[in-house]
């Protein structure tokens, strides 16, 4: 059957986004002293200029003419990547909107240059975006970009993005999650669950002998094709055991969900490399 789409799991985002305006928060509160005072000129100039490209970008990206205002864009983002930090990094995702690889090249690169909560969060809703559902290009690069930012947040719309009914998808995920083997054990037990599940659900209908899974089962080897060793790879991460095939992580996991820590087997012996 196919995998549940990442719009389907409002609950997980909702966590997601609520951890990373956490996190934000915290980040903010060491500044709060020279927040109280007034801004310099050169300060209220970047902020009209940021205030003033983020209208124009929302505009041009998602209005109805957006292919033609490839130019534009292009335009907008050298101004963004002139002006840097972390809004700059935050107004480029709204160009993500615009279906052109150029523009959406040139917003990844912003995005990618800076690593912040705030863009956590705005990946992460920009999957419940409903007109950007069944945008498969879209969903890979928040994949990419979720592992560039490397931050505990982004394991939540991972975790959802490891569901996603294409492959690419599913695998470029699973890569973003190498970077983040040593986030807290709460914020991997999701993502493992998840991967488990699908891992072993895969597994079993690609091997039934069921007539009536005839079909199903085809379609589970083009899933397994396109992301096992991904996945794989990401499980042995994020849990530090060196397990192989769906029936073993099946049993760890049942043995060992509720564990306060996953450590590496005893002796190191066959344990994937640190």
Not at 88 to 103: G, M, S, T, Y
Not at 138 to 150: E, H, M, P, T, V
Not at 160 to 175: F, G, M, N, R, T
Request: glycine share 6%.
């Amino acid at each position: 059957m196919p995998a549940a789409s990442p719009a389907g799991q409002p609950g997980l985002l909702a966590a997601s986004l609520l951890l990373c305006a956490s996190l934000l928060l915290c980040a903010r509160l060491p500044g709060r002293a020279l927040a109280e005072e007034p801004p310099t000129p050169m300060e209220q100039a970047r902020t009209a200029a940021l205030r003033d490209l983020r209208r124009d970008v929302r505009a041009w990206a998602q209005g109805p003419w957006a292919l033609q205002r490839k130019a534009d864009l292009l335009r907008a983002l050298a101004a963004l990547q002139s002006l840097g930090g972390v809004g700059a990094a935050q107004v480029a995702i709204e160009a993500l909107h615009a279906e052109d690889a150029d523009v959406r090249d040139r917003a990844a690169q912003l995005v990618d240059s800076v690593r912040d909560p705030s863009l956590v969060l705005a990946l992460a809703a920009l999957l419940e975006h409903k007109a950007l559902r069944h945008d498969v290009d879209l969903r890979l690069r928040i994949a990419r970009s979720l592992g560039a930012q490397a931050l505990p947040g982004c394991l939540a719309p991972l975790a959802l993005l490891v569901q996603d009914e294409e492959p690419p998808v599913v695998a470029e995920a699973c890569k973003a999650m190498l970077g983040l083997r040593d986030a807290p054990i709460a914020l991997r037990r999701e993502p493992v669950r998840r991967m488990v599940e699908r891992y072993d659900t895969t597994w079993n209908l690609m091997n039934s002998v069921r007539p009536e899974d005839r079909l199903a089962s085809r379609q589970a080897f083009t899933q397994w094709d396109g992301w096992h060793q991904p996945m794989r790879e990401a499980l042995r991460a994020l849990t530090r055991q060196p397990w192989s095939d769906a029936g073993q992580w099946r049993r760890w996991w049942n043995d060992h969900k509720k564990d306060r820590e996953w450590k590496a087997p005893a002796g190191g012996a066959g344990a994937p490399p640190p």
